[in-house]
């Protein structure tokens, strides 16, 4: 584990995160989607960080690419609605395409600057232990707070997804 | 200097578990003063708590304490305003989450709780929104979600690029003069604009105000605004004096307050127009601590607490007034309604900042402040912005005298009858005798 093989992840990340944005079938989305998924966590395990990466793997590939499975089930993937979205596709990159520039022409362009620094940080691995010590004890209040937004999240979905005719405004 | 400690966030967020668990079963008057209970608490023990907070994460110094407090004002506002009618019964315990994310935000000192507290404020916002599930509020709610989701994916890049330069967490970070640093404090503010609904980040804002239930208009006109601007106080002495910051908070604050204030000259409706002023005040906001004046923290908190009645007070009228807050179903609403017509008025002269409103010495804060800076670019923009939004705000009031009335729908409830009254005695009464605002503000900087 080293710090070519967490820049050879991260690129794959890159490059599967561009095939994702670009693809008009979302069934190939997804596909993509799950490729840059997983090595984004090959990176994270090179860099050390092997619980983050454990947790991309089990939360983002497994269980919130389940739900974009379902949401799937719900999408329109007839040849004509493939046919929109490629029309769609053809004039949507340049917005997005911009913003990334902005951001990474700068990076580029600082790299060989005096006084940069050039060398990536590795840090020293993170243990699952250090971790959960961190979060049950120093951290604890950030994680009951945490627990409040998942609160409103629910709360938030369920009057969503409640039936019944819509009330007046209140 | 007296500090706050967990005990006002502990209580916010456990009547928040307790008001959602009894929803099903309890009324929705035990529902909403059980709520109403916890809000009174954390505003008594944020005011009176003697602990300390030594975490790195949260301070509970002075602004902490003013933020929280003000935070639950503006929750037991939305609480009373909130109509029984077309509430749900969980409610109650989303006023309390947005309260705590609020009280969070304020006593923020870590990238991990600037997070938590915003998103927190976000999602207990977009839940509140759509409570009422119209066409409009879906659609308020949609784009605050879409658009927010945005900012928080914005703020997190930034903080990422800080973090990746220093390793340091803690907004001492952003002090450091890295270029990485300087990108990420650009894209810090950009999604910090995005909460604190300045142009070109200001889209969902309007929507909100008109489409969503009044009580979801004070939580993001008043609360979340009361958080980002005191995490923007704190973040204001570490960013280095050359960097990005001052002048992108200058650029957004004058870009909000020549839209915001332009947008609401020809509108009709109440809650919109108050939507647009909201981003012109966020606006004036801005160009205060784009500015770098001595007293940015006193004028911008106190700018803030003489905001806050003036908005509560025109969200109850137009909550009372439902379908009828415009400028044609407003007309003579002195006449058929003295308390909500008076009050009215009076919140909309303090918005405007005319003297014996507390507005006006908010203003004359704003305008002072950016004097002693040297920096008449911005008070001109701020002078210019301020006589525009006179026009708008008189347009309302002389509606409010017209004889020619129309039937109004309700009388006001007795809790929205409460905040009317509560809010135009802090008005006029602040307005005449600001003396105890000042030295609260004073004794409550970051």
């Known amino acids: 584990m080293n710090a070519t093989f967490a820049l050879w992840a991260g690129s794959l990340a890159l490059i599967s995160a561009l095939l994702v944005v670009t693809r008009a079938s979302v069934v190939h989305a997804l596909i993509w989607l799950l490729v840059t998924l997983l090595s984004l966590s090959a990176s994270f395990f090179a860099l050390g960080a092997s619980f983050a990466g454990a947790a991309q793997i089990l939360i983002y590939a497994g269980a919130i690419l389940a739900v974009f499975v379902f949401v799937v089930m719900t999408v329109d993937a007839s040849p004509k609605a493939l046919e929109q979205e490629r029309a769609r596709l053809g004039r949507a990159w340049v917005p997005p395409a911009l913003v990334a520039a902005l951001v990474l022409v700068p990076l580029f362009a600082w790299r060989g600057a005096p006084g940069a620094d050039t060398a990536a940080p590795m840090g020293a691995a993170v243990s699952a232990t250090d971790l959960g010590m961190l979060l049950f004890g120093p951290w604890a209040a950030v994680v009951e707070i945490a627990s409040g937004l998942l609160l409103a999240a629910l709360m938030g979905a369920r009057h969503l997804g409640r039936r019944g005719k819509p009330e007046g405004r209140g | ?446």
């Open chain 2, 1 to 446: 200097m007296a500090t706050m400690g967990l005990e006002p966030l502990a209580v916010l967020g456990l009547a928040a578990v307790i008001a959602m668990a009894i929803s099903p079963r309890a009324s929705d008057g035990t529902t909403r003063s059980i709520a109403a209970l916890g809000l009174i608490a954390a505003l008594i023990l944020a005011a009176g708590s003697q602990g300390a907070l030594t975490s790195a994460l949260l301070t509970g110094d002075a602004a902490a304490r003013f933020g929280t407090g003000l935070c639950c004002l503006s929750g037991l506002a939305a609480l009373a305003i909130l109509r029984p009618a077309s509430a749900p019964r969980e409610a109650p315990a989303l006023i309390l989450l947005a309260t705590l994310g609020a009280s969070v935000l304020s006593g923020a000192a870590h990238a991990a709780t600037l997070f938590v507290g915003l998103e927190l404020v976000t999602l207990a916002l977009i839940a509140l929104t759509v409570l009422p599930r119209s066409a409009p509020a879906l659609e308020a709610g949609y784009k605050l979600l879409i658009l927010g989701g945005i900012g928080a994916a914005t703020l997190l890049m930034g903080l990422a690029f800080a973090f990746a330069a220093t390793g340091e967490l803690t907004f001492a970070a952003w002090s450091s003069t890295d270029r990485l640093v300087a990108l990420g404090a650009a894209l810090l503010l950009a999604g910090l604009a995005f909460k604190f609904s300045l142009v070109p980040f200001h889209m969902w804002t309007p929507d909100i105000f008109s489409g969503a239930p009044a009580a979801a208009a004070i939580v993001a006109g008043v609360a979340s605004k009361v958080g980002v601007a005191i995490v923007l106080l704190r973040l204001q002495p570490q960013m280095p004096a050359t960097g990005i910051w001052q002048t992108g908070l200058a650029a957004l604050g004058i870009a909000s307050v020549v839209l915001g204030n332009l947008q609401a000259l020809r509108q009709p409706s109440l809650p919109r127009m108050l939507g647009f002023s909201s981003i012109a005040h966020s606006g004036y906001l801005a160009l205060i601590l784009a500015s770098g004046a001595a007293d940015t923290a006193q004028a911008v908190l106190f700018y803030i607490a003489t905001y806050a009645p003036a908005l509560f007070a025109a969200l109850a009228a137009a909550a009372i007034l439902d379908r009828d807050a415009n400028l044609t179903g407003l007309r003579g609403l002195v006449w058929a309604q003295p308390l909500t017509g008076a009050v009215l008025t009076l919140a909309l002269l303090s918005l405007a900042g005319l003297p014996l409103a507390v507005g006006f010495w908010a203003k004359f804060q704003l305008f002072s402040a950016l004097a002693q800076a040297g920096t008449y670019g911005l008070l001109a923009v701020a002078i210019l912005g301020s006589a525009a939004g006179l026009y708008f705000y008189l347009r309302f009031t002389v509606t409010l005298f017209r004889r020619d009335g129309v039937d109004f729908p309700r009388p006001p409830h007795w809790q929205e009858a409460a905040v009317l009254l509560a809010a135009a005695a802090t008005i006029v009464g602040l307005g005449v005798y600001p003396g105890p605002l000042y030295a609260l503000v004073t004794a409550s900087l970051p």
